[in-house]
């Protein structure tokens, strides 16, 4: 089994604080996806990403692959009370050319940014 | 211009009384999934369709049935609902591979 190991699970900080979630593996991912989860709706696809060492920002969100391809971080600048919420990150399949579609989540990272 | 959607968002059902949530796409995709999620937990994989295809997931108990009629619709039947099924039912749909899955709000199920 290819677990994903998510650190922390909890995470309360107050408004315009730095964060960073964790994402880790003892396998070479193929590709990673980080999801974010607002209190009651589905999981949102932030990023993915794919070659090591890649960076990829969305706004004050930072995802970094590292070069093994093994972990992944993400780092939240300033956060702000709208980032509550359930961070997940999944490891895609490797490819087989056969049925294998499933993702294998992380146990995720509840944030709570109080205002 | 919803892409993934489920009916109802909440539902409340009785114990052992059989209950059906649905869930439809607008995305073409070939594949669908049902997971369910508890509190704060990560969502747990039940089974998934690629096109036709049914792939159960191992520990996903009997109780748990699917049917996918055709690529739009895909339905999670409860048999006999437990206290311990009361969870968030999501649905989601991928073309595979290393594409995303695009997750729909999810069915919040109670059980009484």
């Known amino acids: 089994t290819q677990l994903l190991e998510q650190s922390p699970q909890f995470l309360s900080i107050q408004e315009g604080e730095n964060l960073t979630v964790y994402c880790n593996s003892s396998?070479?991912?193929?590709?990673l996806q980080w999801y974010r989860q607002e209190p009651g709706e589905g999981p949102v696809l932030l990023v993915t990403?794919?070659?090591?060492?890649e960076v990829k920002k969305l706004k004050r969100l930072t995802f970094q692959f590292g070069d093994a391809r093994k972990d992944s971080s993400l780092h939240i600048t300033a956060a702000q009370p709208g980032d509550t919420g359930l961070y997940l990150c999944?490891?895609?399949?490797?490819?087989?050319?056969?049925?294998?579609?499933?993702?294998?989540f992380g146990k995720g990272t509840l944030l709570t940014v109080n205002p | 211009d919803a892409m993934v959607i489920q009916n109802p968002r909440y539902q409340v059902t009785q114990f052992g009384k059989p209950v059906t949530l649905s869930c439809s796409q607008t995305?073409?995709?070939?594949?669908m999934y049902w997971y369910q999620q508890k509190s704060s937990q990560a969502p747990k994989l039940l089974f998934h369709?690629?096109?036709?295809?049914?792939?159960n997931e191992a520990d996903t108990p009997d109780n748990f049935q699917s049917r996918r009629p055709n690529t739009s619709f895909c339905f999670l039947d409860i048999r006999s609902p437990g206290l311990g099924d009361a969870a968030m039912y999501l649905c989601?749909?991928?073309?595979?591979?290393?594409?995303?899955?695009?997750f729909g709000p999810g069915t919040r199920l109670t059980v009484l």
């Open positions: 989601a749909t991928s073309r595979g591979g290393d594409d995303p899955q695009f």
């Open positions: 396998s070479v991912f193929s590709s």
């Open positions: 990403v794919v070659t090591g060492g």
């Open positions: 999944a490891r895609t399949p490797p490819f087989s050319g056969g049925s294998n579609y499933k993702l294998t």
């Open positions: 995305l073409n995709h070939n594949v």
């Open positions: 369709y690629y096109d036709k295809d049914f792939n």
